[in-house]
């Protein structure tokens, strides 16, 4: 069985703001990134993310971004305890405008290993996902980070 996930949620701004919190490096890094971004999303692109829960920069390859549509990330996967080594998962988000103005956005992970370790990784990254998504519904709709200060 192949581990894989797809996390959802409504935030109620027009899908190019939407769009734009996650492509823009300053706008990520006030929901999400919380030791920063760097660098925007484009395609072939590789920018730098860090987090308070997981210290130290590391590299995301942008594979795909269709403005106000869909972005495809790469990023490592493999745990410390993952006796295969290294690998990467692709994330793929995607944004929907909605009849109402709001916009529908999707995120979906996939290529965990099939072992121990891939299954204990995508859950931690289900986890942050879903995170992100009330991150960022917090961030846009209503001005305030909900990670400040949630992990350190």
């Not at 971004?37 to 590789?46: K, P, W």
């Not at 269709?66 to 994330?91: N, S």
């Not at 072992?115 to 995508?122: I, L, R, V």
Request: proline share 5%; hydrophobic share 35%.
């Amino acid at each position: 069985m192949a581990y894989e996930f797809t996390v959802s949620g409504r935030i109620s701004k027009p899908v190019h703001e939407v769009f734009e919190s996650v492509a823009d490096p300053k706008q990520l890094s006030g929901y999400f990134t919380t030791g920063g971004a760097q660098g925007r999303l484009e395609t072939g692109a590789t920018v730098m993310w860090d987090f308070h829960d997981f210290p130290g920069a590391f590299p995301v390859h942008v594979v795909d971004v269709v403005p106000d549509q869909r972005i495809v990330l790469k990023w490592g996967a493999a745990p410390d305890d993952d006796p295969a080594g290294e690998y990467e998962t692709t994330v793929t988000m995607t944004f929907e405008g909605l009849e109402d103005g709001r916009t529908l956005v999707r995120i979906h992970e996939e290529g965990w290993r099939e072992n121990a370790a891939g299954q204990k990784a995508s859950y931690g990254n289900c986890e942050g996902w879903t995170g992100m998504l009330c991150g960022m519904k917090g961030y846009l709709e209503y001005g305030i980070n909900f990670r400040q200060g949630f992990y350190k």
